[in-house]
């Protein structure tokens, strides 16, 4: 075999992008670098050799990137998990934005960075990449919130900060994320809106929510990513294809942590029970059906009689009906309170009003106004008689949710993740990080800041699998 050891072929097979030490080796050399046409000649002859059809795998796809409302890092674990399985993509993170101290803290911790919370609207002169993501704010489109939208004038028009920056650095690739409902809101105008300020600027887009089980995880979480190109846009169906085995709960317990912070009494109300019949019950009083467990049916405010339990679902159920808001003369809300001659009317036995006194004291109920909307908002309409109302929501109590180790966990939230418990090892507990972790795809290695809450950090994050699966769309 014969070595190049021309440094004028080397110089040319650099220039034209192909250098490769294994095809220098095995190709033979001009000796007279002294006839620098006969060599460059040569050299064109062998690069286009029909013979020549090794890879070049010496030739790396550097891209940077930008990650925009970076929160703990789930688009950069993404990318670097597409890279591991990629290697001849080589990314570069030119530039992290998030304003939240928290999330940017514990982005830092992991990733070794110094990068200060920012506010997007004074990200400017950015040097070039080709690859913007951004799981920009989803309050405003979430169907647990407002969903004002683009009226949401801190919050969602954000969005337009992203197109600005695009418009200034135009990059090759975006990658967006948002709630799923962003996709229903008005009626899909609001995401079509966005779809077109970004086909106005050059971008071929596309869109797709995908589901985080569809990627293997034990979470049941739908978001809805936005793709654009400035070639040809990437097809949503691909995604389709990216199925990989999927997980349970009891795939994702950590079976050493046998600790327990729920409160005693809570605790020993719930453990009383035979522990299978908890499995992916919720605890609220607000909700009927099932797979509910009320306050009043583990005597948890106190003890109850049977025919109080018998009023209080009662009372739960009437409280939705839109007759009564058009007897209180206020626009219907799911879950107005009755006055005891409205409760007469579907439930009236003696000792009725000594029930409902007993109820309130001990906290099953409420005693309130009913409530009007004014300007947008609920407000008291005090002119209105008091009426009886169910008081205790999913959040009033230690934890809302008993997953059920055969299946999915709900979609975590910033306001209930800490909500959600498994049964392990006798006892009865809240998510740990290793387990939000596997629920959410990040390894298991992450580490979280001192002054960070962890359930609030993994209700506003991507899930890295997802992205990764979306870039081998993209790249691979």
């Known amino acids: 075999m014969v ?96 304003i939240k101290k928290d999330a940017l803290n514990t982005y830092n911790l992991n990733f070794g960075e110094e990068n200060k919370p920012c506010d997007i609207r004074t990200v400017k002169d950015l040097p070039h990449f080709e690859l913007l993501c951004a799981g920009f704010p989803c309050q405003p489109f979430s169907s647990a919130g407002k969903k004002e939208g683009f009226d949401d004038a801190t919050r969602g028009n954000l969005i337009y900060e992203v197109i600005r920056i695009c418009t200034e650095s135009n990059p090759s690739f975006l990658v967006l994320e948002n709630v799923s409902n962003i996709e229903k809101l008005q009626n899909g105008a609001i995401l079509q809106r966005i779809i077109q300020e970004f086909t106005d600027i050059g971008y071929a887009m596309s869109y797709k929510t995908i589901n985080s089980m569809d990627v293997g995880l034990a979470q049941d979480r739908e978001r809805t990513f936005i793709f654009g190109t400035k070639t040809t846009a990437v097809s949503p169906n691909i995604i389709l294809k990216l199925q990989h085995s999927k997980q349970v709960i009891s795939d994702i317990i950590d079976v050493s942590d046998k600790h327990t912070d729920i409160p005693k009494q809570f605790l020993d109300t719930l453990l009383s029970r035979d522990p299978v019949s908890l499995y992916g019950m919720s605890i609220k009083d607000k909700r009927g059906g099932d797979k509910n467990l009320h306050s009043w049916d583990i005597n948890y405010h106190g003890t109850t009689t049977t025919r109080q339990r018998d009023l209080l679902n009662a009372i739960l159920k009437e409280r939705r009906k839109k007759t009564w808001a058009k007897a ?74 008993v997953l059920d180790p055969k299946g999915y966990c709900p979609t975590l939230t910033a306001t209930d993740s800490s909500k959600l418990a498994v049964y392990n090892a006798g006892t009865i507990r809240r998510l740990n990080k290793t387990e939000l972790c596997r629920l959410c795809g990040f390894p298991e290695r992450l580490k979280i800041a001192d002054s960070a809450n962890m359930y609030d950090l993994f209700g506003n994050m991507v899930c890295p699998p997802v992205v990764t699966s979306i870039l081998e769309c993209i790249f691979g």
Request: with cysteine; net charge positive; charged share 35%.
């Open 3 to 98: 070595n190049y050891s021309c440094s004028t072929c080397h110089k040319i097979f650099k220039q034209k992008g192909h250098y490769d030490s294994h095809l220098l080796r095995k190709r033979p050399c001009v000796k007279d670098d002294t006839i620098d046409k006969l060599i460059e000649r040569k050299v064109e002859e062998i690069l286009q050799s029909k013979t020549h059809t090794e890879p070049n795998v010496n030739i790396l796809k550097h891209i940077k990137y930008v990650d925009l409302f970076a929160g703990i890092g789930g688009f950069r674990y993404g990318i670097e998990e597409f890279q591991r399985k990629n290697p001849k993509f080589q990314f570069e993170c030119i530039k992290t934005v998030d």
């Open 328 to 401: 209180k003369e206020i626009v219907w809300m799911d879950g107005m309170p009755l006055t005891t001659p409205e409760i007469e009317t579907f439930t009236k036995y003696t000792g009725l009003q000594d029930d409902l006194d007993d109820l309130t004291e001990k906290g099953y109920l409420t005693l309130e106004h009913p409530k009007d909307l004014v300007d947008g908002k609920r407000e008291y309409k005090e002119t209105s008689p008091k009426g009886y109302n169910i008081c205790k929501g999913k959040l009033s109590f230690p934890i809302s949710k």
